[in-house]
Structure formats: C-alpha cells, structure tokens
C-alpha cells in the first residue's frame, strides 16, 4: 500500500551546503498495519509524511501510495490519503459538522453519501454532542476530533497521524489510540509518528527509529529487542542514536584529517 524506496529531501542552507532532511530511506506499510516512525525532534519524521501526502517533492528516490506515485500522481495519492497533525487549523466561524461537511465536498463527495458518512463519522468519534458548536469555542480535544473525522471524510485507505497526540490531555490522547486501532481493524494502512516511546511500543506493528533523516533500524519491537540484545526499549532507542552520532563524528573527523593532509 505504502512503497518508499530512497527517499531523500535535500536543501541549501548558506552555512553548511546541502543538507540532507532525509537521507535515502526505504519502508513499506501493508493494509491492517500501523508502522510507527519514532525519532526525536528534527529527526526528519515530518518532512518524510509531507512527502507521502504530496505538500514536499522529493528530491530523488520513489514513493507510492496504493500504486500512485507521489511525484508523478500526486492528485490521485491525496485522494487515497488523510493526514491528521497536533496543529491542524480549524475555522473559527464554521461549526464542527460544517467543517468536516466541506472538507467532504472539496472531495467531490455527493450531498446523500456526504451526510451518511458525516452521521457515522459523528457517532463513531462522539462528536455529535458537540455538532454544531463552532470551532472558535472547541476544545483541544474536541478539535483534534474535527481534525480527524476531517482526515477520514473520504474514507481513504491511508492515514497519517504525525504527531497527533501532542499537547492533548491523558483521556483525549488515550481515546485517539484507541480510534488509531479500531482503523488497523478496519483494514487501514496507517503511518503513526511519534517522539513517545510509550506510544508506540503499545500501538504500533512495526517501528523505525529515525534520526537526522536517517532510519537506524526497523522491525517489531521483539525484532528490534532480540537484534540489539537490549530488554528495555529506551534504552535500545538512546543507544542507537548515541552509536549514529558517535559514527558521524568519526567519519567527519576523518574527513577534517583527510582536506588537512591533502592541504
């Protein structure tokens, strides 16, 4: 469903030349399975998810989403695809059910078909207590509802939820896992990234640990566990990222020795 293979993004920056935001990365996320992307702030999780729901264009390597290349088809890859952040906007004017109604039109959604979704969406996600409240008196909570019944609208196969509990409360972050599930149950490819450890040893099927965009490693937890010879997770995580840190100064110590000698 989800095919990445060499994905990069780069960019100029004036101080440091080019800089890789993500460094050729590979996965792949089948239907019926959540694959967390777990990594500390500025490890590039993001710019990876804005790349699979087509706002950033890769700068080389191939993504596809249900067979869609998201370079090439990007119109056909956001029709498959809803993404749900910690920061999503929400109309202080419209109400809970107008929001979530015109994100189905902008989707071409017929009015009959529209409601019917609208209706179930409402009652699966207890929003309809809220319904017609507008979105300048919603709770956090409550907006981060809209958020995701505005990413589910259309129904799409694939969901991405990029940092998606931050900054909600224990009971509202708890009932959004517990949606995150009931979708794998519904057969949905979903992509859940993260900076909480917790979060994805009690969500997640399968896990890559990022960092400055690059995937250390990959696999089921008792994959990751078994490989590194470490029970305790965050240990397992620290210890990967302090090895790949230690790696890159080796390597740019050797490169600093090498301009001096050749100098």
Request: charged share 25%.
């Amino acid at each position: 469903m989800i095919h990445v293979q060499h994905l990069t993004k780069a960019y100029e920056d004036l101080r440091r030349g080019r800089f890789l935001a993500v460094d050729h990365i590979s996965f792949c996320v089948q239907p019926g399975e959540i694959f967390g992307l777990l990594g500390p702030n500025g490890a590039g999780k993001t710019t990876v998810l804005r790349m699979l729901s087509t706002v950033l264009r890769p700068t080389s390597g191939i993504a596809t989403i249900d067979g869609y290349d998201v370079s090439h088809e990007p119109a056909e890859v956001r029709r498959r695809i809803g993404f749900v952040s910690n920061n999503t906007a929400i109309y202080d004017r419209m109400t809970a059910w107008e929001m979530v109604s015109y994100f189905g039109r902008l989707h071409g959604m017929k009015r009959d078909e529209l409601n019917e979704r609208l209706e179930k969406l409402f009652t699966q996600l207890r929003m309809n207590e809220f319904r017609d409240v507008p979105g300048s008196k919603l709770s956090t909570g409550m907006q981060q509802k809209v958020s995701i019944a505005r990413a589910l609208v259309h129904d799409p196969p694939v969901l991405v939820f990029d940092e998606a509990t931050l900054g909600l409360d224990v009971l509202v972050a708890r009932n959004l896992l517990e949606v995150i599930r009931e979708l794998r149950q519904a057969g949905k490819c979903l992509i859940f990234s993260t900076h909480i450890m917790s979060e994805v040893e009690r969500l997640c099927d399968r896990i890559a640990i990022m960092h400055q965009g690059r995937i250390l490693d990959s696999g089921t937890l008792e994959e990751l566990v078994q490989r590194h010879q470490e029970d305790n997770f965050e240990e397992l995580f620290f210890s990967l990222l302090s090895e790949h840190e230690a790696a890159n100064e080796m390597n740019a110590a050797d490169e600093s020795h090498i301009m001096e000698v050749a100098q």
